[in-house]
């Protein structure tokens, strides 16, 4: 078979022969009419915490267990350049690691200025959770390889800084993934970027994320 790049965290969908696109879905936009035909992830975003209440976005949630596409809770996590109550967001954030954890699904998850925070969440986490938009440093990065979290890297592998290169030389090969999210760049140029930066043979890097993919999502080993 020949081996498709995974796209872990998209909002646009290029599903083709070639790519897989895990396309990422505001919670409360969903509607079930048309089908999703590619894999997906769910959740209330940070910036959208403070418009329902927990017994709405529990139904919301309930409602995804039936499709068969949906794998994983997300994006969910903690903003702090967003104006949403903070208070607030731990409380969503918190209830939806929960659902993830009673049905066992990964967690995709988005931070932003709020390591220190967010640590412990993933600490007690029962599920994976995967760092997406990743771009810290190696300080943070070692102590998120402890807490057994992934990586998923985006655009920002397309002009690093030092210290993220540092950080990327750090992780766990079977511990990362790479995305697009909401950039136009196609999925193909953020791996061949990678595959230079870790000197690694692209086909190489395409076949562990892949595997990196089927085992974390526990998807059969032939998709
Ligand atoms: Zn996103």
């Known amino acids: 078979m020949t081996i498709p790049f995974i796209d872990i965290h998209t909002h646009i969908s290029r599903t083709s022969d070639d790519i897989i696109s895990v396309q990422s879905f505001h919670l409360e936009e969903l509607d079930f009419k048309d089908p999703i035909k590619s894999f997906f992830t769910s959740a209330i975003h940070p910036w959208h915490a403070d418009n329902f209440t927990d017994k709405e976005i ?13 794998i994983g809770v997300g994006e969910t996590g903690l903003d702090k350049v967003c104006q949403v109550d903070f208070d607030i967001q731990k409380n969503i954030f918190q209830l939806q690691i929960t659902f993830a954890e009673t049905h066992q699904v990964p967690l995709i998850i988005h931070s932003v200025r709020s390591w220190n925070e967010i640590m412990p969440f993933l600490k007690r986490s029962k599920v994976p959770c995967v760092l997406h ?14 807490l057994g979290c992934y990586f998923s890297v985006g655009k920002s592998i397309l002009n690093p800084s030092q210290r993220l290169l540092e950080a990327i030389r750090m992780i766990p090969l079977t511990s990362l993934f790479l995305e697009t999210d909401e950039a136009k760049t196609p999925i193909e140029d953020i791996y061949d970027q990678m595959s230079k930066t870790l000197d690694l043979p692209l086909d190489f890097l395409k076949y562990q994320i892949y595997k990196n993919f089927t085992s974390l999502f526990s998807l059969p080993s032939e998709i």
């Open 58 to 70: 529990l139904e919301m949630l309930d409602g995804l267990l039936s499709n068969n596409k949906f």
């Open 133 to 146: 938009g990743y771009s810290e440093g190696a300080i943070i990065t070692r102590q998120l390889i402890g």
